[in-house]
């Protein structure tokens, strides 16, 4: 039974026409100009502005059961979609990926040798065009008059530019990154749709999950490694300029998320303590 449904899979998420004949054209594949992404982080953080200081303090609240409901289904979606990406660009990569296989996930032939097409491409471009929806994690927060952080409003802006850049300049390490990121979010919003839906968790779970999402970054540093030790050593990797953008920003994320984790941590044991004392 886990053979045909195994090839079912890889037929959906690999070798469906639609998917094994992506290409990514400048100019012609929705998203794939500069003046896209630029357009879009500038009209999130306008509107973030907008919402906050202007609009939502002239309206009622929304109703709880209205906005859990929100939740419940935003999550749904995003966790599906997450679970179909990991799967997607996890077969893809298998499927499709040349000599030395091990090796072309962690570096890209370059010099144009990498063309931005198939179904790997094709994962890329959804993983990107989802970020869009995920902006809708930043409403309902406003929505519930929950404060945002920087850490989120950051995170969900530059992390638009960095999945166009995946795309644009055919970056190495970006399957690994892709699977990587996906498979987090299966985590991630799994906790929160649970949450949405009424469940509640102990404290420690809700910082499991930031603690795997910093050994998400972690891991992508260790990858790193071994993409540049391919990079010196085996003649050169694909978007080079791409991935140092992306090094920049994931280490600014690293930083904040240790500094969110270290706060938060440190306001549970302050509660705890006052309750024991």
Excluded at 171 to 199: D, E, K, R
């Amino acid at each position: 039974m886990a053979v045909p449904l195994l090839s079912r899979a890889r037929w959906l998420l690999v070798e469906h026409p639609a998917v094994a004949s992506f290409r990514w054209q400048p100019g012609h594949t929705l998203g794939a100009t500069p003046s896209f992404p630029a357009a879009v982080i500038c009209g999130y953080l306008t509107s973030v502005l907008v919402l906050h200081r202007l609009v939502l303090p002239l309206l009622p609240p929304l109703p709880p059961r209205a906005l859990r409901a929100a939740s419940a289904l935003h999550n749904a979606v995003l966790l599906a979609l997450s679970a179909a990406m990991a799967a997607g660009c996890a077969l893809s990569t298998a499927a499709t990926a040349p000599a030395p296989r091990w090796a072309w996930p962690f570096c890209f032939p370059p010099r144009g040798a990498t063309e931005a097409s198939g179904p790997v491409f094709f994962w890329a471009h959804v993983f990107y065009l989802s970020k869009l929806y995920e902006l809708g994690d930043t409403l309902l927060i406003l929505l519930g008059r929950r404060p945002l952080t920087l850490l989120h409003v950051y995170h969900h802006s530059v992390v638009i530019a960095m999945c166009y850049l995946w795309l644009a300049t055919r970056q190495s390490m970006m399957p690994i990154a892709l699977v990587t990121n996906a498979g987090v979010h299966v985590v991630m919003y799994s906790y929160y749709l649970s949450c949405s839906v009424g469940m509640r968790w102990p404290p420690r779970w809700k910082r499991a999950v930031t603690d795997l999402q910093i050994v998400q970054f972690l891991f992508s540093f260790a990858a790193s490694v071994v993409m540049l030790w391919l990079h010196f050593t085996a003649g050169g990797c694909e978007g080079m300029a791409g991935w140092v953008f992306n090094a920049a920003f994931n280490a600014s994320l690293l930083a904040l998320f240790l500094d969110f984790h270290g706060a938060a941590y440190k306001a549970a044991m302050g509660g705890s303590k006052g309750k024991a004392e």
